[in-house]
Structures are given as C-alpha cells and as structure tokens.
C-alpha cells in the first residue's frame, strides 16, 4: 500500500538549519516543525517532501510534525536540493515511540544479577566516583581508559578528552576507529599534507580524479553526485584503484576512466610503478617541484641533534624514507618491482592500465600544459598498508603537481564527519610502548584491556569489539574481564554496586561503562556494567565540520528521550563529582564550543576567530554561526578588514590575507612542516615492517582461502544503528554482505543469496608491550619469535552475492555490520610505523550454509551486483 504524503507546515512554522548527521559530506537540511494540533494553511514555499522525510516527534512534551529536506537556501555542498539515500531519511532517525526509534536509551542501566534495570544519573555517577576514585588510588591513571568516537561533535569531543587527558591524565584512550591515539593517513602527515585540505570545488574543478581505496558515490553519494559528476570540470576523467567494480566506479569507466583492480595491500607498488613511468619520460611537474618540494636540509632544520622522538620527526629524517627530489627519482627508477612487469604481478593491476594512468596524471598536452590531477584516498588505501600507502600516494601526487592549488589536491575523501577538538595534554610519554629507538609510542588500549592492565573503562558511542581486528579474540577479554568475573552487583545501592565492582576489580576484572542512544549488542547488551543514554543529532545545539572543514551549528528541534543527556553534560557531571568542578563549570553547549575554540588555534578546525568575533558583538559562539545558517564557515576561520572569511582550501599560497591570524597557521598558505614545503618519501615495499607481515597474512592457497576485505555499503550507515529502526530502511532488510567473484564462488559451490560462514582460523594478535630497541624488533618476525604473537580464530556470516566487478581472488564484506563483524578475521598486529591496524586485509575460507530468505524476499536486500549504472 503506498504511503500518504506527508503533511505540509502551516505558515510560520518553526524552522532550523542544520546538517547531516552520517558522512562527511554533511550536507545541508533544514527543519519545519509545527503542533500537532496547530492549524492554518499550509506553507505553499516549502519544497514537496516524500513520507521519509516527515516523523512526528516530542518538544517540551507536545507531539510535533517535522520535516527534514535539503535546505533550498542552501549555497555550498549540496545546493539544489541533492541528497544521499541516507541522508533523505534523517527525519525518521529521530524518536517516535510508535516504531523501533523506540528502543532509544532513556534512563541509565546498571547491570544487577546479569540483568540491566534502570537507576537515577545521580546514582549512576556516584558509583562511577567511587571506582574510579578507588582505581586512580591503587591502580593509576593508566589503569583508567576511554574508548570515545572522534566525530560526533565539539562539545563531546572536547569534554571527553579534557576528562581523559586533564582531569585524569590517562594515555590510556583510542579513537573509535583504531587501537591507539594514532593519525589515519600518516604518509599524507609526514608530507606536510593536511587530510582535508582540499574544498569540494577542488574535487569538481580537476580535470583527472585518482580515487585510492574509495569509490565516493558508495561511500559519500553527494560529493560524487554534486562535485565530481558535475562541478567546474564535468568532463573530468576517473581512475579508481579499488579491488571492486562498484556504481561510482562504473560510470568512471563508461566515461573513458580506468579501473585498477588492485589485489589488497599492494597499492605502494601501484603508486610507484605509475610513479617510474612517468619519472622515466619527463612527465613530472619540474616547476613545482623545485618551488615546493623541500631538499633534504630543510627536511632536517630545526630538529636539532637529540633523538628525534615524535614520530613525524623519526620518519622524515631516518633513511630508509626521508628523501628529497633526487634521491626520490632514484629510488623510483632503481627498483626492480617498481618496473611494469614485476608491479603488474604483484598487485593484479595489468601493464597497460597502469601506463595509461600515468599518461592520464601526467603526460602532457601538444600545447605543453599539464592535465590537473587531484589525488583522493580513503580506507581501502590506508587502513591495508598503513604508512607505506599513504607515503607512496602523497609522492605520486606531489610529483604531479598537486597539493596546493585549485583542481590540483591531495586528500582524504573521508567517512565521518570532522568532530575532533581534543584537549591539550595527551600524556602520550606515560605509554609503556615504545617505537624502535626506544621512541614514544601511543598505548594500544586493545591490547591494554586483552593483558588485563585496564581497571575502569567509559566507552562513547562507538561498537569497540565489531569496529576493532581480531574482534572474537577483544570480546573474549571484555568476557572475561567483566561478565565471567565472580564479583557482580546484586544490589542497586550505589555503595554496595560500587563495593562489589571494585571487589571485581581488585580480582583482575574491569567496570566497563558505556554512554550511547540505543542497546549495542554485544558491548552493552551483554557486557556494561553501566549503561548511559546519550542525547544525539536534533536533540541538543552541536558544532561540528565537514570534509572541506565547513563548520556549521546542528540546531536542537526534538526532546531526547527520557532522561538522555549530551556527553557533554555526562562528563561534567561526573567530572564535578571527582571533586573537578571548577575545571569543567560550564552553563551551556555553547559554553563548552567558547572554551574549545582556543585549542582548535594553529590547526585546520581553528575557529578561534569566530568566537572572538561572537565576544565582540556581544553574543555566544552558537549564535553567531546559526546566523550563518547551514552554509556555515570553512575553517580555518580568519579576520580581516572587520570580517570574517572562511578558507576554501589549504596549503595554497594564494590564500594570502590581510589577517591577523596568520602568523599562528601555517596551513593556510603552505605545507604543514618546518620549512612550509612539501616532503618526498619513499616507501620500499621490501621495508620487513611491512613485508614480513604481509607474507603471513596473506591466503593460503592450501586452505582455499581467499582476501577478505571491507567496505562501506551505501545504503547502511556505519553499523546500521539507525538503519536497522529507521522505518523505510529497515523494511528492506540489512543482512551482512559477502560480495564474491563468481568464479570463486563457484569453486566453492556457492550461489547469489547463499548463507556462507567466512573462517580465518589464524588470525594474529599482537601480545604483551613489546619495546622498540633495535629496528627489527618490532617487525612481525622478531615479534612472533619472542613470542608475542598469539594465534586465535575468527569468523563471521553474510549473505553471499555474486558480482563480477568483484576481483578474483578477493571477497567483500560490509563495513561493521554488527551481526557479522568481518573484522573478527583480521589481524590485530599494527603497522610498526604507526601503530594502526591494517583491517582491510583479512582471510578466510567461505563455507555454504545454505539459502538465505533474501533469495524469495523481492521486497528485502537487492542480490544485484554493484556495478550498475
């Protein structure tokens, strides 16, 4: 039966701008809310909606209509109208109790004989002081760890970290996506190259478009459908590197680009094959190159002669990839598997893919000019081969001629959006994890919470065992630190709860809390001790950025649920009973916005100058940016001539302003190092850190097993929190995927809408706080002979589907679905380099199960391949 159209606002209607809350394009909405029961004609200017975009939720207590469309006065990221699937059924992620948006935390839990039953905040925060007091005392901060996402807005963020960082003084924290407080993209890092740099327009203004490890109409719909489809330059040519044919990838082919299907981990070979080309026939950007890139003195200056301890410092100027314009070229053309041959078989890539690639970035036209290339990377590059990959596509770029300059960038294509203003004071030197060289190295809180050093542990909406490698192996240890311990509460009583966890705690086990909107299974299903309900999008005033670091105010319009509450809120409230009021004594969101700006100073989120700017009008830092609406400012936002101006993109020397801020970031108008150039890296594929372990961790052809790697799907978002209760999306169904070659699926009797288990039963797991003394001996061999890597298994099931844009060799599994978790058969032994894990290069054997429902559901998940345009 088709569903009515929605209702339309009365004239007058409340309205708000906002954003959207899922990928980093964020693109812009706007709100009309009205009473129920309020009447009056309709509001003929509000562009039509369909029934998905409409919800009935709470404010101060009386039913409201909402609408959640593109804003139509929208003049940046998604003007016209456009929107993603996803973000065309926001108005059903808010609460309604007449569907599963129901299931919304709305009081704290505190887990009694195994069962969650609701306690007061006041009750809740106590016993949260009185083990955590009793953990800081007897056990040290480093036995006190988070466990926080980095995206969902300032507020939080901020709060979060300065609790952890500040008020506690713990190493032990890690983002939601890695195991330590690490950097994604360290190779774009250590280059000088800051991940969002480039603006949209830069995306739709480049004539050729290198997209690594990402298809951006699966990932980030918008960007591709808005900027890189049309923008400036509509005729622009694609080259995807990525081992699946998806819809993005597709239409870059029916458009004359290319398709690299490389095989996972070896895109630094593709990198620097494409790299030889176009070294050997003169085709690098010589003018750019000598202005921009640094010589290996001024890699050097200012870092003195002591031991270069931070990582950045360490990886510029050791040899084995500190580099200059010279001695690059030679590395490029000295190595034998950079030569076409050897790269094509070991990557999968055939030769003449990778020749017309480089002809594409860099061969120049008969008038001699010079095609503008941009470089975009994302999970599929850096989350394989961590440093080396992103090191190797920052020097491709580079030597092209891009990274400063308008169509002609480097950068993250992202997946989130940018929410991260962290404190100041990470004690990052408290670490016991050293890199080699004895160097500091951020704390692996995986690896802290498996060998039992973890006491008390607060998680902020994040799936920590299904986002993380080897996640059988951390639930195992969450298992066993929390639920199997004999001391559990009996008792609702704070001082008897708080009594019998730290009972626990002094038997080797761990209080875990976690602060979330809905139940996530396994983690506070089955697990938490305490359960926190979290305000979200349209519940509370929230900043934030986009993927070109747009800034914008995600205006309140709904009462949360119950008694949730921002994190924010959460964290001050414990934070003032510690006995730390003074230090976390806000009034408002506002208030927590105001206070963070002064640590965003310096960096590509500074939005310092707004805030002063609010200060001299005499206004809050939420009120000014929500008369910006949802364009909002780029940032960093600077000052000159009495106003406010936004930066399009960074890096460029063209962003010269009378300003006053300059002098305090260097971003805006050069590379982020110390001579403001940019830096050349090699990446040897033979480095051990890398090579030892990708021989280990690949299939064994005996076992019949295959690549198992992970992507996003483009109707899920993240682990299907909302999709699973948002009504339109939930009636199609959001099984887990396995998408196969048919061929392989073939020899393995398997068919489209099969149940199939995939089975690693290797799966590696980094053990114990190994310190870096030699250079070796953080490397996997060294490592597995002093015994710290233990071998485990994983598996997990999916519904297969059959798609020939899938490479041979490789299967493709959805992106943290909570009902199977592919990372559990990937392994939990990080880059030596940087300490992140490498998730997208799992294994397995795929084994039949039988036929899935969705194979006769004509209404559920589309069995369909991905490739169609």
Same mark, same amino acid.
């Given at each position: 039966m088709a569903e009515l159209a929605p209702p339309r606002p009365p004239k007058g209607a409340d309205q708000f701008t906002t954003a959207c809350d899922y990928c980093v394009v964020g693109c812009a909405y706007r709100v009309w809310?009205?009473?129920?029961k309020a009447g009056g004609a309709p509001d003929d200017t509000v562009p039509w909606a369909n029934p998905a975009q409409?919800?009935?939720?709470?404010?101060?207590?009386?039913?409201?209509?909402?609408l959640v469309l593109p804003d139509p006065e929208a003049h940046a990221v998604n003007p016209g109208g456009n929107h993603s699937m996803r973000g065309g059924t926001l108005a059903q992620k808010c609460h309604n109790p007449t569907n599963r948006t129901r299931e919304r935390l709305g009081t704290p839990l505190l887990r009694v004989a195994g069962q969650l039953v609701p306690v007061s905040w006041d009750a809740a925060i106590e016993i949260m002081a009185r083990v955590s007091q009793h953990v800081l005392k007897h056990h040290g901060e480093h036995a006190w760890g988070i466990k926080a996402y980095s995206y969902q807005y300032f507020e939080n963020t901020y709060a979060i970290t300065k609790l952890a960082f500040d008020a506690v003084g713990t190493p032990a924290f890690a983002p939601h996506d890695k195991c330590a407080n690490t950097n994604d993209a360290a190779g774009l890092d250590d280059a000088g190259l800051e991940a969002f740099a480039p603006s949209y327009e830069d995306w739709g203004a480049c004539e050729v478009l290198f997209c690594s490890g990402t298809d951006p109409f699966e990932t980030k719909s918008t960007l591709f459908t808005q900027w890189i489809m049309h923008g400036a330059r509509p005729d622009k040519t694609l080259i995807f590197a990525t081992p699946h044919r998806t819809m993005g990838v597709a239409w870059g082919e029916r458009a004359g680009g290319l398709w690299l299907p490389v095989l996972p981990g070896t895109d630094t070979l593709l990198h620097n094959a494409i790299a030889r080309i176009i070294v050997e026939r003169g085709w690098q950007d010589q003018a750019f190159i000598d202005r921009w890139i640094a010589q290996?003195?001024?890699?050097?200056?200012?870092?003195?002669?002591?031991?270069?301890?931070?990582?950045?410092?360490?990886?510029?100027?050791?040899?084995?990839?500190?580099?200059?314009?010279?001695?690059?070229?030679?590395?490029?053309?000295?190595?034998?598997?950079?030569?076409?041959?050897?790269?094509?078989?070991?990557?999968?890539?055939p030769a003449e893919k990778m020749l017309r690639a480089a002809q594409l970035l860099a061969a120049p036209r008969a008038d001699g000019s010079r095609p503008k290339a941009s470089f975009m990377l994302e999970k599929g590059n850096y989350w394989s081969n961590n440093y080396l990959n992103s090191a190797s596509f920052a020097a491709l770029g580079l030597i092209c001629g891009a990274g400063n300059r308008a169509g002609q960038v480097i950068g993250r294509g992202g997946g989130h959006q940018r929410g991260m203003v962290s404190a100041p004071g990470?004690?990052?030197?408290?670490?016991?994890?050293?890199?080699?060289?004895?160097?500091?190295?951020?704390?692996?809180?995986?690896?802290?919470?498996?060998?039992g050093k973890l006491r008390f542990a607060w998680v902020f909406g994040t799936t920590w065992i299904g986002a993380m490698a080897a996640s059988k192996e951390l639930e195992r240890a969450i298992a066993r630190h929390t639920v199997d311990q004999r001391e559990q509460v009996g008792d609702t009583d704070p001082a008897a709860a708080a009594a019998a966890l730290i009972a626990r705690i002094e038997a080797g086990?761990?209080?875990?809390?976690?602060?979330?909107?809905?139940?996530?299974?396994?983690?506070?299903?089955?697990?938490?001790?305490?359960?926190?309900?979290?305000?979200t999008w349209g519940e509370a005033d929230f900043t934030r950025c986009n993927g070109e670091r747009r800034l914008r105010l995600y205006q309140a319009f709904a009462d949360a649920p119950g008694e949730a509450k921002p994190d924010w809120w959460a964290v001050q409230a414990f934070a003032r009973r510690m006995g730390w009021g003074e230090r976390f004594a806000w009034t408002s969101a506002s208030a927590v916005f105001e206070e963070a700006a002064r640590h965003s100073r310096g960096g590509a989120y500074d939005y310092h100058e707004l805030v002063q700017e609010a200060r001299r009008q005499g206004t809050t830092g939420h009120a000014l940016l929500a008369r910006m609406g949802s364009d909002g400012i780029q940032t960093p936002v600077r000052r000159a001539h009495g106003r406010l101006f936004g930066t399009p993109r960074l890096h460029?020397?063209? *962003?010269? $302003?009378?300003?006053? &801020?300059?002098?305090? !970031?260097?971003?805006? %108008?050069?590379?982020?190092?110390?001579?403001? +150039?940019?830096?050349?890296?090699?990446?040897?594929?033979?480095?051990?850190?890398?090579?030892?372990?990708?021989?280990?961790?690949?299939?064994?052809?005996?076992? *019949?097993? $295959?690549?198992?790697? &992970?992507?996003?799907? !483009?109707?899920?978002? %993240?682990?299907?929190?909302?999709?699973?209760? +948002?009504?339109?999306?939930?009636?199609?169904?959001?099984?887990?995927?396995?998408?196969?070659?048919?061929?392989?699926?073939?020899?393995?009797?398997?068919?489209?809408g099969d149940r199939v288990r995939v089975v690693n039963d290797t799966v590696y797991v980094l053990t114990g706080m190994p310190v870096g003394v030699e250079s070796t001996d953080q490397h996997f061999k060294a490592l597995l002979a002093a015994g710290h890597i233990k071998v485990t298994q994983g598996d997990f099931e999916a519904v297969a589907i059959l798609d020939p844009g899938m490479r041979q060799g490789v299967a493709k599994a959805g992106f943290n679905h909570p009902a199977g978790p592919a990372n559990a058969v990937c392994h939990a032994v990080p880059d030596p380099l940087t300490n992140n894990y490498r998730y997208k290069l799992g294994r397995g054997r795929v084994e039949r199960l039988g036929v899935s429902e969705f194979v006769e559901d004509l209404q559920g998940v589309s069995l369909k391949a991905r490739g169609l345009i």
């Open positions: 809310r009205w009473p129920v409409h919800n009935l939720i709470s404010w101060r207590g009386e039913a409201h209509h909402v290996r003195w001024e890699v050097d200056q200012g870092l003195g002669r002591g031991t270069r301890n931070t990582p950045w410092q360490w990886r510029t100027t050791w040899g084995t990839f500190q580099s200059d314009w010279a001695d690059y070229r030679a590395f490029v053309l000295g190595r034998d598997e950079h030569r076409l041959a050897d790269a094509a078989r070991l990557t999968g890539v990470h004690p990052g030197w408290l670490s016991p994890e050293k890199y080699s060289g004895r160097r500091k190295k951020p704390l692996n809180l995986d690896r802290w919470l498996i060998d086990g761990l209080m875990l809390v976690d602060s979330d909107i809905y139940p996530v299974a396994p983690l506070n299903t089955r697990y938490a001790d305490l359960v926190l309900p979290a305000a460029d020397p063209d *962003n010269a $302003l009378a300003d006053a &801020n300059a002098w305090r !970031n260097k971003l805006i %108008q050069a590379f982020n190092t110390h001579s403001g +150039k940019a830096v050349l890296l090699k990446s040897p594929w033979n480095f051990p850190g890398w090579s030892e372990f990708y021989e280990a961790a690949k299939p064994r052809p005996e076992k *019949n097993e $295959l690549w198992i790697t &992970n992507g996003r799907v !483009n109707e899920n978002w %993240q682990s299907g929190f909302d999709d699973l209760r +948002k009504p339109y999306t939930a009636a199609r169904g959001l099984p887990q995927m396995l998408f196969m070659n048919p061929e392989d699926a073939a020899a393995r009797g398997i068919a489209s």
